[in-house]
């Protein structure tokens, strides 16, 4: 995907943050925290995550150099730190360095909004110094402002990034100094100045014992089964050049329209979303009729003042596709409690998610080993809900829109095909209308964003809705 009106990124300068104390705790490495650095290890910067704001109105570049400042000493501003000690995990300490705020002189015309965008996920991250996260900005043709900040899923996920704008924003509002010691950044962590080893050694004897712990109930919970992915269709292949970028739409509806859908066909709002994944899958000949598709609903099990980086769960439901038949909502409402009560009892929770402090035992040659059968999500839903217009307002300027949603970047057309990706959709809503972020990254089901659009918007008009597509 590229885009004529190109923005002009700045050089890979960076820029030194002052030192802060030693007062913060120690704050190591969750399970998913380290699967996505041994990813970003194998893979490089393949999947970031992008928080989009687009704005009716201009929007200042010394807002947007001070908003940066107030990330940089934010929750954001984190570095992994590894030890040599076997089996005691690496740790988050404060940034010493950011990527500077990219700023676009030329205006970015209405037909190339969604190529901007893409464009800014072309940023190489390095989680080991603290470059894990890039804010840039462009005018648009009409007068407005569009505003990116491109994230390393190594150093945040989702929820960590609301919360981490969340905080730059008020502290931007209120006219306080950027400062690591009273905003969020308080919360990243640092290297004590003693008993360093000593706190390695007992992390790595209570990471054995979570092993142990994690054996033993995976054991138990040998028989319980999550539901099974389709295998990619082998055929067809199309003829297509050697490097892919996945399609991706952002689409907007009305609420009203939307939850009058769902509740037409005894559904609800998330349920809804869910259907309408199932149903593009399928139109694009991604599975079979018939087939039961595994959708993957990420959870939050983030808390108040949570130093985690990642703190996300996968709840996996099965949904059956019926070609030429709308998804049962219904089905799909219970489903999704069923799956939440699994997972809140370990006793019915997969065995694979006991295994968790294994998998961080694991060196990266064998999990290198393990990649090459790996694969990506087949059908991945995510609800942010009303959650972005807790930050839709930088500088005292409120964005006509705020999305959030995973990017896919550019890569060989045979990665795609081997990993098997699928069909991502970020649903959020400002109360008056849905914003869906819609990306399909099958090369022969979706090699170009119109072939998206048309099943898109042929699925949206059997459940008689009627979007309107950014362009």
Not at 42 to 56: E, I, S
Request: with cysteine; proline share 8%; hydrophobic share 40%.
């Amino acid at each position: 995907m590229t885009s004529t009106a190109a923005p002009r990124h700045e050089a890979p300068a960076v820029r030194a943050l002052p030192p802060i104390s030693s007062s913060a705790a120690m704050n190591r490495l969750t399970a998913d925290d380290d699967l996505f650095l041994k990813l970003h290890d194998l893979y490089g910067n393949m999947l970031v995550n992008q928080l989009a704001w687009r704005f009716d109105e201009p929007l200042g570049r010394t807002v947007l150099e001070q908003f940066h400042a107030q990330l940089a000493q934010g929750f954001l501003a984190r570095r992994v730190i590894e030890t040599s000690v076997p089996f005691a995990r690496p740790w988050w300490v404060r940034a010493e360095h950011s990527l500077p705020p990219a700023w676009q002189d030329e205006p970015v015309p209405e037909n190339r909004v969604l190529d901007w965008y893409f464009d800014q996920s072309e940023v190489d991250f390095d989680p080991r110094t603290g470059r894990v996260w890039r804010l840039s900005a462009a005018p648009t043709d009409a007068g407005g402002t569009l505003v990116s900040l491109v994230t390393s899923h190594v150093g945040a996920d989702g929820g960590a990034v609301l919360y981490a704008v969340g905080d730059a924003l008020r502290r931007l509002e209120a006219g306080l100094p950027p400062d690591a010691a009273t905003s969020a950044g308080r919360l990243v962590g640092d290297t004590p100045r003693t008993g360093l080893r000593r706190s390695h050694i007992a992390d790595a004897a209570g990471q054995l014992r979570a092993a142990a712990r994690g054996i033993r109930a995976a054991v138990a919970a040998r028989g319980v089964q999550e539901p099974a992915r389709n295998p990619r269709p082998a055929e067809p292949l199309l003829p297509l050049p050697d490097r892919y970028s996945a399609a991706s739409l952002v689409v907007e509806v009305d609420l009203a329209e939307w939850n009058t859908a769902a509740a037409t066909h005894h559904g609800t709002s998330n349920g809804l979303m869910v259907g309408v994944a199932v149903g593009i899958l399928g139109r694009s000949g991604r599975v079979p009729d018939g087939a039961q598709v595994r959708v993957d609903i990420p959870h939050s099990l983030r808390t108040p003042e949570d130093p985690r980086a990642n703190a996300t769960t996968g709840l996996p439901i099965s949904v059956p596709y019926r070609a030429g038949a709308r998804t049962d909502l219904a089905d799909v409402r219970a489903a999704i409690k069923q799956a939440a009560r699994a997972y809140a009892d370990p006793a019915t929770t997969p065995a694979l998610q006991h295994l968790q402090p294994v998998q961080m035992m694991l060196p990266r040659a064998v999990l290198s080993y393990f990649s090459r059968t790996a694969k990506a999500p087949e059908c991945l839903c995510t609800n942010l809900g009303e959650t972005g217009q807790s930050v839709a307002t930088i500088g005292g300027a409120r964005a006509g829109a705020v999305l959030m949603r995973p990017v896919v970047r550019t890569g060989d057309v045979e990665m795609f095909r081997r990993i098997e990706v699928g069909l991502n959709l970020s649903w959020s809503s400002d109360g008056q209308t849905v914003v869906l972020a819609i990306t399909g990254a099958d090369p022969d089901r979706f090699p170009s964003r119109d072939f998206l659009r048309d099943h898109v918007a042929r699925e949206f008009c059997a459940w008689g809705l009627r979007p309107r597509f950014w362009s």
